[in-house]
């Protein structure tokens, strides 16, 4: 497993048991290298002190804090410890509160939350309760520099956990709002009936990066010397009669009409639906 980025205990009530954080997801990109447009040598950032005008070492550097403009004032590791607060070293939980009132927009960060030796009883019963209750665990932990309010879920195996926004760095769109008196009822029905013809199940594996995988692509391509092809573009027209658009799409899938489907099909009028081919029967022999 990878690297714990948090290590202490998680407290709810006077239970209390060690347990460790793992980064549970990562962004996955091609990444570039900025060269020297001339000779393509690799182009290094370099560390520089305005003051002597010259280059320094990384080694050289301490972290500072502007209080007045170009006015620092010096901060070491030891100074950031001493006003650690006490969620640095324990995860104390404050609340539970019911699944469906948590909104994903607050959730930034994933991890697992994985048991430290001498945790795993007390680790276990947390996850059964969270499993069984349907609630969520709402704890506070200080990592990174700044202090979170995490969300404790249980996943398929083990306690998942999530860091939240707060509700300040959510941006509020007053603008933001939808005029529902806009849809009329037979576009409703044909929405609903297009909804179900894709309906799945919920598979993460069957969705893939299509942009990454024509960028290493062509990387490749750019190395073996071959013709780099473009990705085919596609022309997506206004939507003019949304009625239209809605029954062509209906038209286009394979799904077979439920009942519920053919009773809105009736009472709305009839949907274009592609003929099936007959199957011609042939003799044996």
């Not at 393509?40 to 209080?67: F, H, M």
């Not at 170009?70 to 699944?99: G, Q, S």
């Not at 092809?229 to 009669?241: K, N, Q, R």
């Not at 209906?250 to 199957?279: S, Y």
Request: charged fraction near 30%.
């Amino acid at each position: 497993m990878a690297a714990s980025v948090w290590k202490g205990h998680l407290t709810f009530g006077m239970v209390s048991f060690p347990v460790r954080l793992f980064s549970a997801a990562r962004s996955e990109t091609v990444s570039f290298n900025l060269l020297h447009k001339e000779d393509n040598s690799r182009i290094r950032q370099v560390t520089y002190c305005a003051l002597e005008d010259k280059p320094i070492q990384r080694s050289e550097t301490v972290k500072g804090y502007e209080y007045e403009k170009d006015h620092y004032v010096v901060i070491d590791e030891e100074d950031i410890k001493k006003v650690a607060p006490k969620t640095a070293r324990v995860m104390e939980i404050l609340e539970f509160v019911k699944a469906e009132q948590v909104d994903p927009i607050y959730l930034e960060s994933s991890y697992y939350v994985a048991p430290d030796e001498g945790g795993e009883k007390a680790y276990a019963l947390l996850f059964q309760a969270l499993r069984e209750s349907s609630f969520y665990a709402v704890a506070k932990v200080a990592m990174h520099n700044r202090e979170h309010i995490i969300v404790l879920r249980p996943g398929a195996k083990g306690i998942l956990s999530h860091t939240m926004f707060y509700q300040d760095e959510i941006r509020q769109v007053e603008e933001f709002r939808t005029d529902t008196s806009l849809v009329k009822d037979k576009e409703l029905a044909m929405a609903k009936m297009l909804i179900s013809s894709l309906e799945a199940d919920f598979e993460p594996q069957k969705y893939h990066d299509t942009y990454r995988a024509n960028l290493t692509k062509m990387i490749e391509d750019k190395i073996e010397g071959r013709k780099v092809v473009a990705t085919p573009s596609e022309h997506i027209a206004p939507v003019i009669d949304i009625m239209e658009a809605l029954k062509k799409s209906l038209a286009e899938k394979r799904k077979p009409a439920t009942v519920a489907t053919a009773a809105a099909a009736e009472e709305h009028g009839p949907v274009e639906v592609a003929p099936k081919k007959r199957v011609r029967k042939t003799k044996a022999g």
